[in-house]
């Protein structure tokens, strides 16, 4: 009888662990994209910019020639996040509807309360369900050809190898699926409660709004820059080209 218990209590816990396992996992997840939003944008501040923080990235500092390091650091990079994207996703789907009923009941308890954080449970849903297909299709590409990242390889990726229209969506994706993510992992673990918590909400939402429009404009203004090179490799018949920084002690 004691050990029935004691195996009801322990599987009653699964969930609370599960869920645990999904929040960790989207937070270092959401901080990443941060990071990996601004490296990206390094692009904005120019090619020798880009081409510097592409150098750091495969661990250059290590090796000391220039902007050569080591491709084999943005393989395992990527991989790490592969699998905690993978992890964050499979733990996700046990929250999706099961079938179309599910979800039409759903959709119209969400129209009937229009109440905000329902309606992002559906938003994160949504963009899960699109980053799932079109973020793996990025990072399995990035994995496998890790020394092909710089303001020329990155801008030719973008356009001759037509990645502009998933990164488009992705971006949009990743920025609502991320900040949304960021902001019901702030109110369910009271991180900012304070005195006040119902202020707080209303502050973190402001908060997360701006954020989301941050990202977006920054993801979109590089989106732009990488395509007007990619489209500048075309025209001077450079496509597959590579950048050398002038600066740099590689050739
Ligand atoms: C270690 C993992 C990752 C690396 C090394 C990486 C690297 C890059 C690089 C170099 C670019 C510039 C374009 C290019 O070279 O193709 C880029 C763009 C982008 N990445 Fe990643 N990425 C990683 C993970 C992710 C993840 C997990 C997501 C989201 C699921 C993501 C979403 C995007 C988006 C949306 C863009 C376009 C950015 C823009 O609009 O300016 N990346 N990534």
Redesign the pocket.
């Known amino acids: 009888m004691e050990s029935l218990l004691l195996d009801t209590v322990r599987k009653s816990r699964i969930p609370a662990k599960l869920d645990f396992y999904q929040s960790a996992t989207g937070l270092i997840?959401g901080l990443?994209?941060w990071v990996?939003?601004l490296?990206?944008?390094s692009i904005l501040l120019g090619k020798d910019a880009m081409k510097f923080v592409?150098g750091m990235?495969e661990g250059s500092i290590l090796r000391g020639e220039g902007d050569h390091g080591y491709p084999i650091l943005?393989t395992l990079?990527?991989m790490?996040?592969f699998t905690l994207?993978i992890i964050h996703a499979a733990l996700a789907v046990r929250k999706f509807p099961a079938n179309w009923k599910q979800h039409k009941v759903f959709r119209q308890q969400m129209s009937m309360m229009n109440h905000d954080d329902t309606n992002y449970w559906y938003t994160q849903f949504i963009t899960g369900f699109i980053?799932f297909f079109?973020?793996s299709v990025?990072?399995f590409?990035?994995m496998t050809h890790p020394d092909?990242?710089g303001p020329y390889?990155?801008a030719d990726?973008?356009v001759s190898e037509w990645?502009w229209p998933l990164?488009?969506v992705?971006?949009f994706a990743?920025e609502f699926h991320g900040t949304i993510g960021l902001y019901r992992l702030a109110v369910k673990w009271g991180w900012f409660d304070g005195a006040d918590p119902r202020a707080t909400r209303k502050k973190l939402k402001a908060f997360k709004k701006a954020l989301t429009i941050f990202f977006v404009v920054l993801?979109?203004a590089?989106?732009g820059a990488?395509v007007k090179i990619g489209v500048e490799q075309i025209n001077n018949d450079n496509v597959g080209g590579r950048y050398t920084r002038v600066s740099s002690t590689n050739q």
Request: net charge positive; glycine share 8%.
């Open positions: 997840l990443f994209m990996h939003m490296m990206v944008s592409a990235l943005v990079a990527a790490g996040i994207f980053m079109l973020g990025h990072l590409i990035i092909k990242i390889a990155s990726r973008v990645m990164y488009l992705l971006l990743v993801g979109l590089s989106l990488y």
